[in-house]
């Protein structure tokens, strides 16, 4: 079976009803016990076992606190907004290295955070009018000052996919990409189009393939910044490519046997396989059983 998918398995309680009562929410502010995740801008601080570091509520902090659920025993667990001016950086290269650092529950729940406080860093003001806006629903909001509308952290749906043709899949890589990498493709869902036909347009736009049967994998959430990765399959109709090499810079059909070397990182795989914590990784793991 593929392993678990990364960022997925956090394990508080979301708590959705202390959102929406201001003295419950007090209240857990006040728990003796209650923890607050250490972040340097939204970078995690490994702790000394090299997991998520934890520490009491410091009174002198004035930064809001975001709740971000229960333990099983009831304590609240919270982090804090970003501090005006902090350099919020979506795509850190240290975050990256450190991840491997997190179990899967851990890694879930510092996603979770660093998109609540990357968002929270956006959305100072409000879209519709320009005025500032103020934290609401124990940081699971803002409203406007001034018009009183009312702004939700966002999630961003991509979908993520492997066509497949005659026993065979199509990988590709980006110009940032490390030497050797490839990946399945992906692209942003747009405005007015279902996931199956975000598939098949990002598969032609990319590579110039047409495809039918999209079919649904599994999703993962993507804190880099805010994305929600869905992961699908579908059939190609045929195998000539047709590269967009302003998003794609090369892309290939695999094999199971080549898919499985690059999984197992051989020396002489066609190419190196997605990091484990990556959904596109599970697809292919998924993909040759």
């Not at 599994?218 to 579908?234: D, K, N």
């Not at 914590?277 to 793991?285: D, S």
């Amino acid at each position: 079976m593929p392993l678990p998918l990364g960022f997925t398995g956090a394990w508080l309680d979301r708590a959705d009803p202390l959102r929406s009562d201001a003295a419950a929410f007090a209240a857990a502010a006040a728990h003796p016990g209650a923890r607050c995740l250490t972040l340097d801008g939204i970078d995690f601080v490994p702790g000394e076992g090299g997991g998520l570091r934890w520490e009491p509520l410091d009174p002198a902090d004035d930064r809001a606190l975001l709740l971000l659920g229960l333990d099983a025993r009831g304590t609240p667990h919270f982090v804090r907004e970003a501090a005006p001016g902090v350099r919020i950086d979506a795509r850190s290269r240290t975050v990256m290295r450190l991840l491997p650092l997190l179990s899967g529950e851990e890694a879930a729940l510092y996603g979770g955070a660093r998109s609540l406080v990357d968002w929270h860093a956006r959305h100072r003001f409000c879209a519709a009018c320009g005025s500032p806006t103020e934290l609401f629903r124990a940081g699971w909001g803002r409203r406007c000052g001034t018009c009183r509308a009312e702004h939700f952290p966002r999630v961003d749906p991509v979908v993520i996919m492997l066509a497949e043709h005659d026993g065979r899949v199509l990988v590709g890589r980006q110009g940032g990409f490390p030497p050797g990498f490839f990946s399945a493709l992906a692209g942003f869902v747009e405005p007015g189009e279902s996931l199956e036909e975000a598939v098949a347009r990002e598969l032609f736009e990319e590579a110039g393939i047409r495809v039918s049967n999209v079919t649904y994998v599994a999703s993962q959430p993507w804190p880099f910044p805010s994305s929600l990765m869905i992961g699908c399959r579908a059939v190609a109709l045929g195998a000539e490519l047709t590269l967009d090499t302003t998003e794609i810079e090369a892309a290939m059909w695999v094999d199971k046997a080549d898919v499985r070397a690059a999984l197992a990182g051989d020396i002489g795989a066609p190419f190196m396989a997605p990091p484990p914590l990556a959904i596109a990784r599970y697809l292919l793991e998924d993909w040759v059983g």
